[in-house]
């Protein structure tokens, strides 16, 4: 079935979508998307979160390769902070406005939003993109992407942000690693093993303390986190209308944080100065009977990565 004659409401962003505009950031692409808004207090090192059709973020689950990567221990209850999230290895996002509950539990009240990064290419690929502006802004990236006959397709990708100090008392400096592998050792078996390691340290003023302008404490916060996520899928075709799928993900987030607080006599949002929270979680899903979409190929790898985050009978292919 195709997108526009699903029930939900589905925006899709493919990669020609994303090089066409050439965001600074994920949180630019969101900007032009209906029925999502996108906040970002202050410049680039304050937390960016996304709204779907008015619910609080918390309520909008977002995942990356199927992971979820959603965060309980942010000072906006269990949501995720887009604002270190690089664009330049991602293939496509798929945004599911309204409640995916039924699927996903309450998490995904709001909506659910899909990252997918990108796949490995028959002809090897390599690129190096740099930018720089003004007040110390630099932007660095390098992919690859490649096969190994017909068994084996990777990608993989690093990048660098330093958000410069466009916004007095704001910075973001962020480091970011990802990885695909997929593997097809028979026509009816696909294997994918996904990977993602990110290292981000921001400075920024608390959330109501009133910003560079009015804020009566000059001292900002100091955050440094690190997030790691990984997937692996097997794929096998039992039939031509059956798909045996087994997923396991495992996410870990580590974060320490010291914040001087809003003003004299109020507590901080960090309630340990030194070592700041430190939060990790686990999930494995299990095996599951799914409706596939026919027989397992190469030139299905897309199928493969299609529409996740909606059931299987509104899938493309």
Not at 137 to 154: C, E, H, I, M, Q
Not at 176 to 184: C, H, L, S
Not at 259 to 285: R, T, W, Y
């Amino acid at each position: 079935m195709e997108i526009k004659n699903t029930p939900a409401s589905v925006t899709v962003i493919s990669r020609a979508d994303i090089e066409s505009k050439n965001p600074m950031s994920i949180v630019d692409l969101f900007r032009q998307i209906p029925g999502l808004h996108v906040d970002q207090v202050g410049g680039m090192g304050g937390i960016s979160s996304v709204y779907l059709r008015g619910a609080d973020p918390n309520f909008t689950m977002v995942l990356m390769d199927g992971v979820k990567v959603n965060d309980p221990t942010n000072a906006r209850g269990e949501s995720f902070d887009f604002s270190g999230l690089s664009v330049e290895n991602i293939e496509r996002i798929e945004i599911v406005r309204g409640p995916m509950s039924a699927i996903y539990g309450s998490d995904a009240m709001g909506g659910v939003v899909n990252i997918i990064t990108r796949n490995g290419t028959d002809t090897p690929e390599a690129a190096l993109e740099t930018q720089i502006g003004t007040d110390g802004y630099y932007r660095g990236n390098v992919s690859a992407r490649a096969s190994v006959g017909d068994f084996l397709f990777y990608s993989l990708g690093a990048g660098y942000v330093d958000g410069g100090t466009a916004v007095q008392g704001d910075r973001l400096e962020s480091y970011d690693f990802n990885g695909k592998f997929e593997v097809f050792p028979t026509d009816r078996t696909h294997l994918q093993w996904t990977f993602r390691y990110a290292d981000v340290q921001r400075e920024r003023f608390p959330d109501d303390s009133g910003g560079p302008v009015h804020a009566v404490l000059r001292a900002v916060d100091d955050q440094d986190s690190e997030d790691i996520t990984a997937g692996l899928q097997i794929d096998y075709e039992l039939s031509s209308i059956l798909l045996f799928n087994l997923k396991g993900n495992w996410y870990s987030r580590q974060a320490s944080c010291r914040s001087p607080g809003v003003a004299l006599g109020i507590k901080p949002f960090c309630k340990n100065q030194v070592k700041g929270l430190v939060q990790a979680v686990e999930h494995v899903d299990g095996g599951r009977m799914v409706a596939g979409p026919g027989p397992i190929s190469r030139m299905s790898s897309i199928p493969f990565n299609r529409l996740l985050i909606i059931p299987p009978f509104f899938q493309t292919g």
